[in-house]
């Protein structure tokens, strides 16, 4: 959570050297080499079938609109109101799972969800009073088709998970979503050409950590536990974002988003608790 929350504050930050579409290449690119490397020798029997066709679903929502549509939404919004309004993401995976992966509606899980957005809600309504604060319609709604993108994702991924390894599973998705996003390669050299090594550095980074490191660790915890229970975790996502962007890029939070990185941590607290079973007397 931590690596994938610095992403938002490293594409914010790098947002005036690289395009939206060219970014997402870049970075699908640095990932899927480095996934190459370790997954290529692993991955047999290739995924075929219905199996495939899901992973070639994620590949396009997850990995290519998910990151088109987040990096276009930092043009307009600082990282830390971004990561608040994407974070609906889990609240869909939780009906979503609910309703199709036949995971159910746990209290707590409900129960946690909506203390959690209560806290998403509170942070946006405070809003952000840094200096590169703004707020947009487009990049709400560009959030928000990044929100849906990633849940999305995530259902599918959760099928996929049934039959294929999680590195594979990246490294699949993560090509496919590189392949989608070629039409932006010219945009790529061109950027790349014109951009400092320190902003190069930072699209590496993205394509190393955020993406084939965090993306495979998020891949192996949604394979063992319930796509639901995994997406409310990342409520602790916005939280870490608004201190980095508040460090790094002086976009200083408001008081009242303090009260609502609280109840986002409290929201995570309670989707973990579970019902005791009792085992019924011999």
Known sequence: MFVWASAFVAI???????SPGSLALGRLIVGSIALTIFALPRARPFPRGKT???IVGYGVTWFAIYNIALNAAETHLDAGTTALIINI???LIAIFAGLFLGEGFPP??????????????LIAIGGQTG?????TTAGVLLCLLAAVAYSTGVILQKFVLKSVAP??????GCMVGAVVCLPFGPGLVRDTADASWAHIGWVVYLGLFPTAIAFVLFAYVLKGLNAGLVSATTYIVPAIVTLLSWIILD?????????GGALCLLGVAVTRIRRRIVAPAA
Do not use: M, N, Q, Y
């Not at 914010?12 to 690289?18: H, N």
């Not at 200096?131 to 707020?135: E, F, G, L, P, S």
């Open 251 to 259: 976009e200083t939070p408001a008081a009242i988003a303090f009260v």
């Open 167 to 172: 590195l594979p599973a990246t490294w699949i």
């Open 89 to 91: 993401g889990p609240i």
């Open 131 to 135: 200096k590169h604060a703004t707020v």
């Open 12 to 18: 914010r930050g790098i947002g005036d050297s690289f």
């Open 52 to 54: 495939l066709g899901f």
């Open 108 to 121: 707590g899980l409900i129960i946690g969800c909506v203390i959690a957005f209560s806290g998403v809600a």
